[in-house]
């Protein structure tokens, strides 16, 4: 190891450990600072910052998040993750997209069972993703 190698391993997983004091100096690094005075300083620093910032970054949330988490995180779903109304908003769209399909001159009988079959997978899945995703992650709940 040289004394380049010890900067960037200050940052690996056993080496954060043996700054916080919870495990041993891993044997490289202690065999390159007990004959490194450069080194030890900087370890030693390293050892200093890890143990503060580690005890500094210990927030406690809010009072008032903990309790707004816990009433939405105990409510049960106002409704099921798919139901009738999902069936719903997929036939709807199915059959927009076959009126839509014979519209559209020369269209046979095929193009409209894809255009249902393609409507009401689009409008199935849009239902289930702005319940599912959206909404939670606007911090409403459907
Ligand atoms: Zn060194």
Do not use: N
Request: aromatic share 6%; glycine share 8%.
């Amino acid at each position: 190891m040289i004394c380049d190698d010890l900067e960037l391993r200050l940052y690996d997983e056993d080496c954060r450990r043996a700054l916080l004091g919870t495990a041993p100096m891993p044997e490289d690094v202690a065999d390159h600072v007990a004959g490194c005075s450069a080194c030890r300083k900087t370890w030693a620093e390293a050892a200093r910052d890890t143990v503060r910032l580690t005890r500094d970054l210990q927030l406690a949330p809010p009072p008032s998040l903990v309790r707004r988490a816990a009433a939405v995180a105990l409510q049960p779903p106002a409704r099921p993750l798919l139901g009738w109304y999902d069936l719903g908003v997929a036939v709807t769209a199915g059959a927009v997209l076959v009126v839509v399909a014979t519209l559209v001159p020369g269209a046979d009988p095929l193009w409209q069972s894809a255009a249902f079959w393609t409507g009401a997978a689009g409008g199935f899945a849009a239902s289930v993703i702005d319940r599912s995703l959206l909404l939670p992650s606007l911090g409403l709940r459907s």
